[in-house]
């Protein structure tokens, strides 16, 4: 079969009547999927960039990438939040290569052409070298077409013609107000952050951070080291939800306990109190719930006490190499114990030297071994769990009106995921 002729039959096989849904895993696997991904999704769609807060006062910038284009955000002078490509418009440099800083100006590390951070090409050595025709006026940094900014969390795109924000990320914005209203005086990202490259697809690193199966088994050396071992019991978690919001994002969402560090005397969280932010069934479900939110294609923001509060930001860089990006964020106004406390969990669970995320690379690492088993059935993983029981209702449609609802460890979340990445790869809807 010629690479062009493939179609969804080759990456996925399901059927709701007979309960079954196999997914080929050489999704994870073949470069030519990788380029069409690439092409379909990160370079036609909506794209996570960064939060606000990462760039507090102005001419603050940071550098990212959608796909493999790289990408300068940056605050101007004027305060105004401009997306730019990082290619000088002379002969293709970079022209800022750190990561973060402050500066009105980047000036190319080539020949030294110096563009002001909205993007206008200001300086060019010896100059009168150059035509009187030659326009430097039109030589500025090329600007990203699409760049928005919804409740502090800023998303671009490499596409004019790319549906509406809005139309995009649907009932998944519903969940982004929630966590920028839930403390008064929002919320901050750290200057800090982890970065770290790991050897697998970049769809198990996404797909990796809302599965609520894997806990009590890869992560059963942490709990034994903070004392709360749910044990193997995973229908004691099946009362948590999997939803499916439609748009290709998904939640694992878990009913919680409150910290004992984040509630006051009466028992009640010290962010919720007197919040005049949230509407009655936002804070309603503020206090019952903590979620993780995965937002296609490329984000995924814990809103959990413990561990805590994290933006995960997965970044594509080869079908086998994915480089995944974690950011810390706080509330702006939260007293300093509360501060201190979800910091150091955060940091105990995802960091690089933490209890949780290293063992969740090893897992990945094995998975995507496994994935070099080509035999014709041996190929396929297995996402059938819940088909069954699949529901409609809950309760929690009055916050979120998701299309697909599944108990906490099914894979109701991923069987949405995998039918609207068919819809846009492929072009072809799944008959499921
Ligand atoms: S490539 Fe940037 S100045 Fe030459
Ligand atoms: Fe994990």
């Not at 004691?236 to 939803?243: A, E, F, Q, Y």
Request: proline fraction near 5%; charged fraction near 25%; hydrophobic fraction near 35%.
């Amino acid at each position: 079969m010629s690479y062009s002729k493939k179609s969804i039959k080759d990456y996925i096989i399901a059927d709701k009547q007979e309960a079954f849904f196999k997914l080929n895993s050489e999704v994870y696997t073949d470069p030519y999927l990788f380029n069409l991904e690439m092409e379909k999704i990160f370079y036609k769609g909506w794209i996570y960039l960064c939060h606000e807060s990462q760039l507090k006062v102005p001419n603050d910038y940071l550098t990212t990438y959608i796909g493999e284009i790289p990408i300068i955000l940056a605050r101007t002078e004027e305060g105004k939040i401009v997306g730019l490509i990082n290619r000088c418009r002379h002969r293709g440099s970079l022209v800022c290569r750190q990561q973060k800083g402050n500066s009105k100006f980047f000036r190319c590390p080539y020949h030294g052409w110096t563009y002001s951070n909205d993007g206008r090409l200001v300086g060019i050595p010896d100059s009168e070298g150059y035509p009187e025709q030659f326009n430097m006026e039109k030589l500025g940094l090329i600007k990203i077409p699409k760049l928005v900014n919804y409740y502090g969390f800023i998303f671009g795109s490499l596409s004019s013609d790319v549906p509406e924000f809005e139309n995009y990320i649907g009932e998944a914005g519903k969940l982004l107000r929630l966590i920028a209203k839930k403390f008064p005086g929002g919320i901050e990202v750290l200057r800090g952050y982890h970065k770290y490259g790991i050897p697998i697809n970049w769809k198990l690193a996404f797909e990796n951070a809302v599965d609520h199966y894997h806990a009590p088994f890869v992560h059963e050396s942490y709990f034994e080291a903070v004392g709360h071992n749910p044990g193997r019991r995973i229908d004691l978690r099946s009362k948590d939800l999997s939803l499916y919001l439609g748009k290709g994002h998904l939640v694992d969402l878990m009913f919680r306990e409150y910290e004992i560090y984040e509630v006051d005397e009466k028992g009640s969280p010290w962010y919720l109190n007197n919040n005049n932010d949230l509407t009655e069934i936002e804070k309603k479900w503020a206090s019952k719930i903590t979620f993780h939110l995965a937002i296609f294609p490329n984000v995924i923001v814990f809103d959990v006490a413990s561990p805590g509060p994290t933006i995960r930001v997965i970044r594509p860089v080869k079908v086998n190499y994915t480089e995944v990006y974690s950011y810390y964020y706080l509330p702006k106004n939260a007293p300093k114990e509360y501060k201190e406390k979800e910091l150091r969990a955060s940091l105990r669970f995802y960091g690089p030297a933490g209890m949780g995320t290293p063992d969740d690379l090893e897992v990945l690492k094995l998975a995507t071994e496994g994935y070099k088993v080509k035999e014709k059935e041996g190929k396929y993983n297995d996402l059938s769990r819940g088909i069954h029981r699949d529901f409609r209702y809950h309760e929690i449609l009055e916050l979120v009106n998701a299309e697909m609802i599944g108990h906490g460890t099914d894979d109701t979340g991923y069987r949405g995921f995998y039918k609207w990445w068919a819809k846009i790869v492929f072009d072809e809807e799944l008959d499921f």
